[in-house]
């Protein structure tokens, strides 16, 4: 009923940039928070970033002052900027949508979603 998909990732060389998008489809009524999350080779997924509804962001240490979140709640997508890419940055990407409230037939329901993620490499 709903599906998150991402797009944007690829190759870039060490000091580059790259903009990941992922659009939420469905029947959606609303989201609540939003976010992107990575999993290097080996190791396990992390937290990249966040956004509520609201536009309140987080990140994780490593990525403060390089990527910013944002979101277009109209389009039911949220972006990833990074820039200043560094070869540990190298990973798989997904999004994440928290609280999605979505019409299924007359019902309304709430689920959390995954996209299939997208494949960031950094070459040093």
């Known amino acids: 009923q709903v599906q998150l998909v991402e797009s944007g990732g690829g190759l870039v060389q060490a000091g580059g940039s790259l903009r990941l998008s992922c659009a939420a489809s469905?029947?959606?009524?609303?989201?609540?928070?939003m976010g992107w999350y990575r999993q290097a080779p080996g190791k396990q997924r992390e937290l990249v970033a966040t956004i509520t509804s609201g536009g309140t962001t987080t990140y994780v240490d490593s990525v403060k002052g390089r990527f910013t979140i944002s979101r277009d709640n109209a389009k039911n997508t949220v972006y990833l900027q990074m820039n200043s890419l560094k070869p540990e940055d190298t990973a798989v990407y997904y999004c994440?949508?928290?609280?999605?409230?979505?019409?299924?037939?007359?019902?309304?329901?709430?689920?959390?979603?995954w996209g299939q993620g997208t494949q960031v490499t950094v070459s040093s």
């Open positions: 469905g029947r959606i009524f609303s989201i609540n928070d």
């Open positions: 994440n949508a928290l609280r999605v409230a979505y019409y299924s037939g007359l019902n309304l329901r709430v689920g959390d979603y």
